[in-house]
């Protein structure tokens, strides 16, 4: 069984920071991409983010020069350090891995359950 645990969602104020992480965690040889995706009310769940295992990254031009990924491969832990913080941004935050199971030939995709971001006055 594998488990993805975000935590750092919170309530902030517009120009504000958070700090989200996600722990990987369960029977893993292998993580590939790690990432952050959101999904606000009424819209489509979009990407925000990726990190390869090699240290390469990706953002949505919606969030470049505000946010930063970064990952720890030996705690199997992805962050993301959201800064400048703007009313859209709010949003549920989820992570995303790819991954192979101990026992599996294979990578498998698996995401974790949310954390909730909100940017308000």
């Known amino acids: 069984q594998v488990q993805l645990v975000e935590s750092g969602g919170d309530l902030v104020q517009p120009g504000g920071s958070l700090r989200l992480s996600c722990a990987a965690s369960?029977?893993?040889?292998?993580?590939?991409?790690m990432g952050w995706y959101r999904q606000a009310p009424g819209k489509q769940r979009e990407l925000v983010a990726t990190i390869t295992s090699g240290g390469n990254t990706n953002y949505a031009d919606s969030v470049k020069g505000r946010f930063t990924i970064s990952r720890d491969n030996a705690k199997n832990t992805v962050y993301l350090q959201m800064n400048s913080l703007k009313p859209e941004d709010t949003a549920v935050y989820y992570c995303n891995a790819d991954l192979r199971r101990r026992g599996s030939f294979f990578y498998s995709n698996h995401w974790g359950q949310g954390t909730q971001v909100t940017v308000s006055s």
């Open positions: 369960g029977s893993i040889i292998n993580i590939n991409t």
